[in-house]
């Protein structure tokens, strides 16, 4: 097995297009597991822990732009109110030490359907972009077109992963997650949501209960209607025991889970429901607190 140790990124660059199937690393908490139990034994690793860019993000108000390698730890602590919906995911990775080493460009290039960091990246919304370079240059693939089958990518074979551009939240977002137990686990199932109250709409993320993250796009409709024919965005009114059941049982038909050692498909299921009717009901309280007190 070969280790490459590029020293800037236009290095990473052409040593991926030379070597179009070295892995590439930064914090490893997932491709080190992998190596240790012979699930994964690539020709060559690429490290990419000397490229300190990918460890900086950025804020225009607008949009962050989140390095690759930006861990977990510092997305909990510095990012928090731009991408609540995000950093409500991190505090569920691993450990403490996995925070400090994981991030989310490991998460996209595994793309398993379990990763933590997925939900809450659809919940942000369609404009959330990844952004990929090789040495052909550089293209923002929107969220919704990256995940294309089990732990597969829609990555060509000489890119990596640079950045992910995610809008800066303008209504509250929730994150959550059921497991075996309450850390250092797999998630059994989980969701993200989010409410955009500048263009009206809602955001879904459903993770380990389908062969890919995916979103719950008729529950998304649905409440979006409902918030649009009531006039809620503009009360803040409460949305009824009606509409928070209906959501939920949406969610729930738009998952496809399996049966495995974590859990059953029903028990995915049912938790999807629960957890989508929960999370909404956490963000439209919020929501509505922040009305009557514009008000």
């Not at 909990?76 to 991030?103: D, K, M, W, Y």
């Not at 993320?205 to 993250?213: E, H, N, V």
């Not at 009824?240 to 498909?265: M, N, W």
Request: charged share 20%; aromatic share 6%; proline share 6%.
């Amino acid at each position: 097995m070969e280790f490459l140790r590029p020293a800037t990124w236009d290095e990473a660059l052409a040593v991926k297009a030379e070597y179009p199937t070295a892995l590439p690393i930064s914090g490893g908490t997932d491709v080190m597991v992998e190596m240790n139990f012979d699930v994964h034994r690539p020709s060559a690793i690429l490290d990419l822990n000397r490229i300190t860019e990918l460890t900086e993000w950025s804020n225009d108000g607008s949009v962050v732009r989140l390095g690759a390698s930006v861990p977990y730890s510092r997305i909990i602590n510095e990012l928090s109110g731009p991408l609540p919906g995000l950093a409500l995911a991190s505090h569920t990775v691993g450990s403490p030490q996995i925070r400090n080493r994981g991030g989310v460009g490991g998460n996209l290039g595994g793309a398993s359907p379990a990763g933590d960091a997925h939900p809450a990246l659809l919940a942000a919304g369609r404009d959330v972009l990844v952004e990929a370079a090789s040495v052909r240059g550089t293209r923002m693939i929107p969220i919704d077109e990256f995940y294309v089958g089990v732990k597969r990518n829609s990555l060509e074979s000489d890119e990596l992963i640079r950045a992910v551009h995610i809008p800066v939240a303008d209504g509250p977002q929730q994150f959550s997650k059921i497991g075996t137990r309450n850390a250092m686990v797999i998630a059994v199932c989980a969701f993200g949501f989010a409410l955009h109250p500048k263009n009206g709409t809602v955001g879904t993320g459903i993770g380990s209960a389908a062969p890919t993250p995916r979103r719950a796009v008729e529950a998304e409709e649905y409440l979006q209607g409902v918030l649009a024919e009531r006039g809620l965005w503009e009360s803040g009114d409460l949305l009824g025991a009606e509409v928070i059941q209906r959501f939920g049982e949406l969610v729930k038909a738009a998952a496809s889970p399996i049966d495995d050692v974590r859990g059953t498909a029903d028990y995915r299921r049912h938790s999807l429901a629960v957890m989508a009717r929960r999370t909404l009901t956490w963000c439209w309280n919020d929501y509505s607190k922040q009305i009557r007190s514009a008000a």
